[in-house]
């Protein structure tokens, strides 16, 4: 599954790509270099992040669903407990 950009994000994230190669390496970048850069680490780079915060992400879940036992359990047979309250 590709990972998109809507067009706002994009030309946010060249402008980002320009300015950092403006600032930081003292070069200049342009719009079609700094959009080409943003390509070709949303294809070739975007995927690791992508599936590390998926597997973040399940790992979190089951943990929740593990504590879901503890956060939902009821007992039974507890008329008689009740009772002598």
């Given at each position: 599954m590709p990972i998109e950009l809507s067009k706002?994000?994009?030309?946010?994230?060249?402008a980002s790509i320009e300015r950092y190669f403006e600032q930081e390496l003292e070069q200049r970048l342009g719009n079609i270099g700094?959009?080409?850069?943003?390509g070709?680490?949303?294809q070739e780079i975007a995927p690791l992040v992508y599936n590390?915060?998926?597997?973040?992400?399940?790992?979190?879940?089951l943990q929740r669903v593990q504590e879901l036992d503890l956060e939902v359990h009821e007992e039974a047979f507890g008329y008689w407990r009740d009772r002598r309250r």
């Open positions: 706002v994000e994009r030309a946010q994230a060249v700094a959009g080409a850069l943003l070709f680490f949303l590390q915060a998926v597997a973040d992400v399940q790992e979190r879940w």
